[in-house]
């Protein structure tokens, strides 16, 4: 696949549903709020699994349930992946 393919398809894939991007904007922009980002990171994992799976269609906004504990895990695995590198910026701060 050369880079103009790649390029064209990441411009595709999300015009395919110009509706779920809104509301994936909508939800964006109230992720201010807390709550609603753990829902953004659910359904990035969704488009992920989606997209691995051979799908070209963004997945549907259903099972909104899912979708946050999804987030709320993703997150989860993000603090614990940082705690090293806290650790070790800490050391160094100390340090120097």
């Known amino acids: ?3 103009s393919d790649i390029i064209s398809d990441s411009i595709k894939y999300p015009s395919s549903n110009w509706g779920k991007v809104l509301i ?3 939800i964006c922009i ?3 709020l807390i709550v609603p980002i753990f829902l953004v990171y ?3 994992f969704r488009i992920i699994k ?5 799908m070209d269609e ?3 906004f259903d099972e909104i349930g899912e979708m946050f504990v999804d987030g709320l895990k993703i997150l989860v695995v993000g603090i614990v992946y940082a705690i090293p590198v806290w ?3 800490t050391i160094i701060g100390l340090i120097t």
């Open 42 to 44: 659910g359904y990035v």
């Open 50 to 54: 989606a997209t691995l799976a051979g």
């Open 30 to 32: 109230a992720s201010i």
């Open 58 to 60: 963004l997945p549907e």
């Open 87 to 89: 650790i070790i910026a």
């Open 24 to 26: 994936l904007g909508v």
């Open 1 to 3: 696949m050369n880079i």
